[in-house]
């Protein structure tokens, strides 16, 4: 079993900054790439940010320059710095690792989500 645990979500003024982490934590042999997606109301679920196994980084061109996708291997875990926020940046953000457990067994998980609220 695996499991991903973010904090870091909070509300914050236009041009703020904001950081999210993201720890994994159960059977894990390895970690093949962890990333950030988000979510507001109405919208489908898109990718922020990702960040593969050799360091390896992809953003979404609206974070561009803002944001930042960082990893700490020996922890498990994976941070989102999120400076110049803007309203748009308004949404559930989502942790994700593919992941290899002990049994060479390929997982997909989500963390719980993480509500980002950039308002005046």
């Known amino acids: 079993q695996v499991q991903l645990v973010e904090s870091g979500g909070g509300l914050m003024q236009p041009g703020g900054s904001l950081s999210l982490s993201c720890a994994a934590s159960?059977?894990?042999?390895?970690?093949?790439?962890m990333g950030w997606y988000r979510q507001a109301p109405g919208n489908q679920r898109e990718l922020v940010a990702t960040?593969?196994?050799?360091?390896?980084?992809n953003y979404a061109d609206s974070v561009k320059g803002r944001f930042t996708i960082s990893r700490d291997n020996a922890k498990n875990t994976v941070y989102l710095q999120m400076n110049g926020l803007k309203p748009e940046d308004t949404a559930v953000y989502y942790c994700?690792?593919?992941?290899?457990?002990?049994?060479?067994?390929?997982?997909?998980?989500w963390g719980q989500g993480t509500l980002v609220t950039v308002s005046s």
């Open positions: 994700n690792a593919v992941i290899s457990n002990w049994s060479m067994r390929r997982l997909e998980v």
């Open positions: 960040i593969t196994s050799d360091g390896t980084t």
């Open positions: 159960g059977s894990i042999f390895s970690i093949k790439a």
